[in-house]
């Protein structure tokens, strides 16, 4: 089984070669069959090994595949080792799986582009760059693949590069990630440094009995997050994510829902050995996670386009699988990050079926009552948010709730972390079911001109797929206080470190109270429903009232608490101002007047050489006598 781990980034690769190199000779249809007949071989390859990885004992659930020697570096020698365990089986699936349906349904949404190709050549390179990212045992080889999603979101971002703002959109999400990445690499090096290896499966062996110091694990670790909080969009690097919403909308479903997002919580739970021997970088992750999943959930409630309202709340959700992450509870991050894959995915999906139908509109003010005219995408995305808001019964509803017990139980009772992620899951609610009654109810609000109507059946079978996960995707991990097993967990356990803090380990203490908590969330979740229903349905003038009583706080949510315009004033500018000094007044003053000045002697000097160079016979033949009787003035003169 593990000879066939190449075919799993081999076929995408071949996609993005067909439509990057042959594109001109097929039709947009043609190469959207290409890019999604290559993603499909790999979901089949996967699917297969992840059964043969059930069929074989706890204990030897791992195959790897050495293709060659990459880099032989004196010590340093890097293999292309490619590892497929019960994390990668995940990842694997999640990426292949809903990056299948968001193929599919671009063949739909961007028939009309011009570029489709090319669009397809990328989708199809994002998909093996995230792949060797997950497979990777190296940690050089998954960092090719960290930096290959960056490229490829870059150029899918600002895919409509004409215009200069979404141009201006993929640079900043470039630009911001390269931070991150420099944390990463430089860990990288200290890893190396200490343990003479850069292969995961090694140093997660070596490291919990290396006594390692608390000053070098602490930094290294918290290095390794930096690249995480880049990637991941968590404060204070989350800026370029909501930016993103400029590429096409299935892109934006790809970047949120199954590949770059989450390839930071997938660095982190992958590392666990080393994470749980640092306790204070356990906690600045759960801490982070904490602040950027309130701080999105409340900027969520007031944006009005309806790609933005998504783009925070992936943000606020990548922030619950941080704070797994952060109080030890990896396999609860890993099973959110599966869940929101499949919810997040429909959900962004079903917004472009909304501006697909609307004629391009992406404004929640200029739409309302189209459930009777967008039926299958209606039914859809309400499934995708009472999924993403908790509902019991949903995939959405096991995940979250098991983070919060975690949170919960890790710090042996009600804390900080844990009130945040509870407001925060009512704030979901409120802003989810706001989102949908501004879409679908209420008074028609669309210009003269537009006509709303239904997707195309290329684009509604994958919200119906997609739906259908978001409901059954949370029974993987049913805890035991429902009458579950938590399979997800117990498939997950070998390869995840136990943290001292970790509520996992003693999940089952306590049924009662787990179970409580689960109703309190769940009421949390109905209230703050409730009152979204009453604010944009039965008194939609409320809503405008709110925010005239509390201008502040509306200004702050609606303007995103202005850290746009806050790093612009104490960065960018600054860093602007300096580049301006140096380019003005050390590159054109200095450098360019010595360069000149080297120029202009050279000049002067050959102006006077030239004299002597005057190509006249005569000239020459005086010089000639001259020199002749210098010569001979000197001799007679002894």
């Not at 386009?305 to 925070?312: G, P, Q, S, T, W």
């Not at 050959?606 to 010089?623: D, F, K, W």
């Amino acid at each position: 089984m593990a000879d066939t781990l190449y075919l799993l980034v081999l076929f995408p690769f071949i996609g993005f070669l067909v439509n990057g190199l042959g594109g001109r000779w097929l039709s947009g249809k043609q190469s959207g069959l290409v890019a999604s007949l290559a993603v499909a071989g790999s979901f089949l390859i996967g699917a297969q090994l992840f059964l043969g990885l059930l069929a074989r004992p706890e204990d030897n659930r791992r195959l790897v595949q050495t293709l060659f020697t990459w880099l032989p570096v004196g010590e340093l020698n890097i293999h292309v080792t490619y590892v497929f365990d019960p994390l990668a089986a995940i990842m694997v699936l999640v990426i292949t799986g809903v990056g299948l349906l968001i193929h599919i349904y671009s063949i739909g949404y961007m028939r009309d582009d011009p570029g489709i190709r090319r669009y397809f050549a990328y989708l199809n390179l994002f998909t093996f760059m995230m792949l060797n990212l997950v497979l990777s045992d190296s940690l050089v080889l998954l960092f090719m693949g960290w930096e290959g999603v960056g490229l490829c979101s870059y150029l899918l971002i600002g895919f409509w590069f004409s215009d200069a703002a979404k141009a201006r959109a993929g640079m900043k999400a470039f630009v911001v990630n390269r931070i991150g990445d420099a944390g990463f690499l430089i860990a990288m090096i200290m890893i190396f440094d200490r343990f003479g290896t850069l292969s995961m499966a090694d140093i997660s062996w070596l490291a919990p009995g290396a006594g390692i110091d608390t000053t070098f694990i602490t930094t290294v670790t918290l290095l390794m997050f930096v690249g995480a909080v880049g990637k991941s969009a968590q404060v204070p690097l989350y800026v370029w994510l909501p930016d993103a919403m400029a590429g096409p909308t299935p892109v934006s479903a790809l970047i949120h829902a199954a590949t770059m997002v989450t390839a930071g919580v997938y660095l982190v739970a992958r590392n666990s050995a080393l994470f749980a021997l640092a306790p204070i970088t356990m906690g600045i992750i759960a801490a982070i996670g904490t602040i950027t999943a309130l701080l999105a959930a409340i900027i969520a409630i007031t944006q009005t386009d309806i790609k933005k309202v998504l783009a925070y709340s992936t943000i606020s959700q990548l922030g619950y699988m941080f704070i797994a992450l952060g109080v030890g509870a990896f396999s609860a991050a890993i099973f959110h990050l599966m869940t929101h894959a499949f919810f997040k995915a429909l959900l962004f999906l079903g917004a472009g079926s909304v501006i697909h139908g609307m004629g391009d509109e992406q404004d929640l003010r200029k739409m309302g009552r189209l459930r009777q005219l967008m039926p299958t995408t209606f039914m859809t995305m309400t499934i995708g948010a009472l999924a993403i808001a908790g509902l019991p019964g949903l995939a959405g509803f096991f995940s979250k709730d098991e983070i919060l017990w975690s949170a919960f139980n890790s710090s042996g009772g009600i804390s900080w972390i844990w009130l945040v992620g509870l407001a925060t899951a009512g704030l979901t609610a409120f802003y989810m079911a706001r989102m949908l009654f501004l879409t679908f109810f209420g008074e028609r609000r669309w210009a003269e001109g537009v006509k709303p109507h239904e997707s195309p059946s290329v684009m509604t079978v994958p919200l119906i797929i997609l739906a259908f996960l978001s409901i059954v995707g949370g029974y993987a991990g049913v805890p035991e206080a429902l009458g579950g097993h938590n399979a997800l967990h117990h498939f997950l356990a070998p390869l995840m470190a136990t943290f001292q803090a970790s509520g996992e380990a003693s999940q089952a203490a306590n049924h009662p109270l787990e179970l409580l908590l689960m109703l309190l969330s769940t009421g949390v979740v109905l209230v703050a429903a409730y009152y979204a229903y009453r604010f944009f349905v039965q008194q939609p003038g409320l809503p405008e009232t709110a925010a005239g009583k509390f201008p502040q706080l509306y200004r702050l949510s609606n303007r995103r608490f202005y850290v746009d315009e806050i790093y612009a004033l104490l960065i960018i500018r600054p860093f602007r101002a300096l580049a301006d000094l140096l380019w003005k007044w050390i590159d054109v003053r200095i450098i360019d007047n010595l360069v000149n000045l080297a120029g202009r002697t050279t000049e002067r000097l050959g102006g006077a050489l030239r004299l002597m160079q005057s190509g006249l016979i005569q000239h020459y033949a005086s010089l000639l006598l001259l020199g002749v009787v210098f010569i001979l003035l000197a001799v007679a003169m002894g």
